[in-house]
């Protein structure tokens, strides 16, 4: 007992709890920087760290992480948030490629008209579409839309819930389709996963000239303190680098950028499997995740402003990035 207060008691708790985050976040960067490079392979990174080359490559390695979205695809389904509609217009604006107006009928926002032949279409590809949460969004609009994902247990859900867009096996680095054969590229809560330059030069290959590249990703608003909680917990092993404002660069015009706030409103139930879907909850060693998980279950069960509730309410910021390929199109 002595010791215990010797130790500091709970404050002391908190103190060494905030040491061992910030040494985990300097444990994360250091192994990032070694690994991109390649100064120590990860046999080399396990044995520092006391575990398997298998234990810290399924931990830290972003490829690993990339892949991980599969064994929770039902879980990311359920937990995910769509993208606010005003976002989603602004990436595909509707009437610059003649949706919106055929002889002066406007479409309306869930129908197309029936004169609307596919070849007047909006052709527009979602990039490691996942389950589809922005193909659905793009379908409900008119557009004609084909989706490129990798994993086959993502494609299953997309197929399943967004049965009128075309589902490809593809990454973004080597995209399944013909030059020139989409108007708009979009990319959804994944470009930080790509090869951006690869990625960069497919998207370019794949638009007609003037066509637009169009990036998006949900943050969660930290300015809520629960919310500021729940992300301390989510990130206690590690932080995760996403870079929302990328530069892209020639062969694409100056970006635009457009910030939307808008609120989730989901369960108990889906927060948990939002919570589980994340790819670095994933690939967490079992008891980690389980640990982690508990965590969460106890904020629901704690905090003021979520005890009891069986809806919660999760603030979001949408960071958009918009760019036009050059009228030369690809150089
Ligand atoms: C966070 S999820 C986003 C899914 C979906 N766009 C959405 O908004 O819900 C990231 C997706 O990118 C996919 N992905 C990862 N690396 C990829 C790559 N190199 N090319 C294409 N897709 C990739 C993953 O399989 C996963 O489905």
Redesign the pocket.
């Given at each position: 007992m002595a010791d215990i207060v010797g130790a500091g008691g709970i404050d002391g708790l908190a103190r060494v709890t905030k040491v061992l985050t910030a040494l985990e976040a300097e444990r994360a960067e250091l192994i990032q920087q070694l690994r991109s490079q390649r100064l120590a392979s990860w046999d080399e990174i396990g044995q520092a760290c006391g575990m398997t080359r298998q234990g810290a490559s399924r931990r830290w390695s972003q490829e690993a992480q990339?892949?991980s979205?599969?064994d929770a695809a039902a879980a990311?389904q359920q937990g995910?948030p769509p993208?606010p509609a005003s976002a989603v217009d602004w990436l595909v604006p509707a009437n610059e490629h003649g949706l919106q107006d055929f002889g002066g009928r406007a479409a309306s926002r869930n129908r197309v008209p029936e004169a609307v032949s596919a070849a007047q279409r909006t052709r527009v590809l979602?990039?490691?579409?996942?389950?589809g949460?922005?193909s659905r969004l793009l379908v409900d609009r008119g557009f004609e839309v084909t989706a490129?994902?990798?994993?086959a247990e993502?494609r299953e859900q997309l197929a399943a819930s967004v049965p009128q867009a075309v589902v490809l096996d593809?990454?973004?680095?080597q995209i399944p389709v013909a030059d020139g054969s989409f108007d708009v590229v979009v990319?959804?809560?994944?470009w930080h996963?790509?090869?951006a330059a690869k990625a960069l030069r497919e998207a370019a290959r794949v638009l007609v000239p003037g066509g637009t590249l169009g990036l998006v990703w949900n943050v969660r608003d930290q300015s809520e303190p629960w919310v500021a909680e729940l992300d301390r917990i989510l990130h206690q092993h590690g932080p995760q680098v996403m870079d929302t404002h990328p530069d892209l660069g020639a062969p694409f015009e100056q970006a635009e950028r457009l910030e939307v706030r808008w609120e989730h409103q989901l369960t108990r139930a889906d927060l948990l499997a939002m919570v589980a879907s994340r790819?670095y909850v994933i690939t967490l060693p079992e008891t980690e995740r389980t640990e982690l998980l508990n965590q969460v279950t106890e904020l629901l069960d704690s905090h003021l402003d979520l005890r009891g509730r069986k809806h919660l309410t999760m603030p979001y910021l949408t960071h958009c990035t918009r760019a036009r390929l050059s009228e030369a199109g690809e150089s």
């Open positions: 990339a892949t979205f599969g990311y995910r993208y979602d990039l490691g579409a996942g389950t949460k922005l490129v994902e990798p994993l993502m593809g990454t973004a680095e990319v959804a809560q994944a996963w790509f090869d790819s």
